[in-house]
């Protein structure tokens, strides 16, 4: 068996004994007609950045040849605000790479994930998906490279107060179980979401503990490895469907929003993102980081302001965006530093030796690990539609490969120590609300909207959403009012 199926913990992967980017739709009936699987789920994203469903039973193989073959039709003007009821039609069609087995349902289910395609045939060019596919692809064009990406997964549970090792307020990071709470959970979830075929590098528990009254929130995360980036996409929409699932399941409320109290921990979805060529990491050289990282980088920070729009999308988003609780404001970048927006993390750069000094009866072998290096965008939330997300990191890191000023630019943002300290240097500011980021994205549509990427109606679209919350200047309205900002944080409990 191959070294890289053996442990693999999705069933068809298992059974059929297949990269699941070799999977045919011969696999998928010879999987459902040995297992005995009894039902089929479309599931495809909608305009809210969710997981929509359609269920099948299966009566008979012609049937279920059928709608693998040809999918099936959907209203796509009640699955995305900018399609117009009048021309709503459109097909969904099942990905098969994307097969995994339903690991809550009692009936034998499968699942995959699906693309859309307009009334002939065609790619709907303003699905989430598909404008992800589009981003990636002109990125590659320009530079060669493909781009890489994982998500950290933060989130809070909600419950009674625990009276047995009640939790420390703010003192919840790496903490275990029993001070720690919802440890089982977190397992579980890791446990379903790698048999739906994420690749989980690891989960721990987040500094987010927080007690109000009688209730008590406890953070934790769940942090992937990094794949192309429209499975980086899938893992992240995926497990989010998971673990609301298993939340529900013993009776509790999970929310990735970006505040649950004003005042406490915050949840982001930082994202680390790298450039690949033939399997090898091309962001580092000997020397550490290579132009090629200074260019993604500048990318990043100069479409920072409108990645705002795809990343932070609910005012809740700049309650969490401000100064000292290790959430960017300023646009720059620097290593180790969790004060900046682009943050450049440890890669195990010239620390071979760690393993020796630790095991001192470890034989020496020359065997290297592929270079792990990435940079982490940090300012987006768990509000974000993913794929539009990905998309636009997709679109800035190209724009930092054609702006012949990125390398100048990356130099001149770079930063050492705490950026709230820095009293000599002025930085751009991300936007403080969804009104501005929605400002922002217009003014930089052109990038977006280059290579036909982001369609034109996807932009107006999504800058009317972010109008439509009247929140400029929010924060200095309701400054004081606590009782109000409470309000607006339970309003967007449940966003994303």
Not at 57 to 76: H, M, N, P, Q
Not at 389 to 404: D, I, K, S, T, Y
Not at 418 to 447: G, M, T, W
Request: proline residues 4%.
């Amino acid at each position: 068996m191959n070294e890289k199926i053996a442990l693999n913990p999705n069933k068809l992967v298992q059974f059929l004994n297949k990269d699941p980017a070799d999977f045919t739709k011969h696999d998928i009936i010879e999987f459902v007609e040995k297992k005995d699987i009894r039902m089929v789920n479309f599931r495809y994203v909608g305009g809210d950045g969710k997981l929509k469903l359609l269920n099948f039973v299966i009566s008979s193989r012609e049937y279920l040849d059928k709608i693998l073959t040809a999918g099936e039709r959907v209203d796509g003007s009640s699955l995305f605000p900018y399609i117009e009821a009048s021309s709503s039609d459109l097909y969904v069609v099942p990905r098969y790479r994307t097969a995994f087995v339903n690991p809550f349902e009692e009936i034998p289910t499968l699942e995959i994930l699906c693309s859309y395609y307009n009334k002939d045939g065609e790619p709907l060019e303003s699905s989430p998906e598909y404008v992800l596919k589009k981003a990636h692809k002109a990125l590659k064009d320009v530079t060669g490279y493909t781009l890489e990406a994982l998500g950290e997964l933060e989130y809070y549970i909600y419950s009674e107060l625990d009276e047995i090792y009640q939790i420390v307020p703010q003192k919840g990071y790496h903490e275990s179980h029993p001070f720690s709470k919802w440890e089982f959970l977190r397992l579980e979830a890791m446990q379903v979401i790698s048999e739906m075929g994420c690749q989980i590098k690891y989960g721990h528990s987040e500094v987010g503990n927080i007690i109000s009254g009688d209730k008590e929130y406890v953070q934790h995360e769940i942090e992937f490895l990094p794949v192309n980036v429209e499975e980086a996409a899938d893992q992240l929409v995926l497990a989010k469907w998971a673990v609301r699932k298993i939340a529900y399941k013993y009776g509790l409320e999970v929310s990735f929003a970006p505040k649950i109290i004003v005042g406490q921990a915050g949840s982001g979805l930082h994202i680390h993102s790298r450039l690949v060529k033939d399997g090898q990491n091309v962001i580092v050289d000997e020397n550490g980081l290579n132009d090629n990282a200074k260019k993604l980088i500048a990318g990043f920070l100069e479409m920072a302001s409108s990645l705002s729009a795809f990343g932070n999308t609910v005012p809740t988003s700049f309650l969490r965006l401000v100064p000292h609780q290790e959430a960017p404001t300023s646009v720059c970048w620097g290593d180790s530093n969790r004060s900046t927006l682009v943050r450049v993390p440890l890669g195990w750069k010239g620390v071979d030796n760690m393993i020796y000094d630790a095991n001192p009866n470890e034989p020496r072998e020359n065997k290297k690990f592929g270079n792990s290096q990435t940079v982490e965008l940090r300012n987006p939330d768990g509000s974000a539609n993913v794929h539009q997300l990905l998309a636009g990191m997709a679109v800035a890191a190209r724009q930092g490969f054609e702006n012949p000023e990125s390398l100048e630019n990356a130099d001149k943002l770079y930063v050492s120590g705490d950026v709230h300290k820095i009293k000599d240097r002025k930085f751009d500011q991300l936007p403080d609300s969804c009104y501005n980021a929605s400002q922002k994205l217009l003014e930089d549509r052109e990038v977006y909207e280059k290579y036909n990427v982001f369609p034109k109606l996807m932009i107006d679209g999504l800058a009317d959403q972010l109008k439509s919350y009247k929140d400029k200047k929010l924060s200095e309205k309701m400054f004081g009012d606590g009782d109000a900002l409470q309000e607006l944080v339970d309003k967007y409990f449940h966003c994303g």
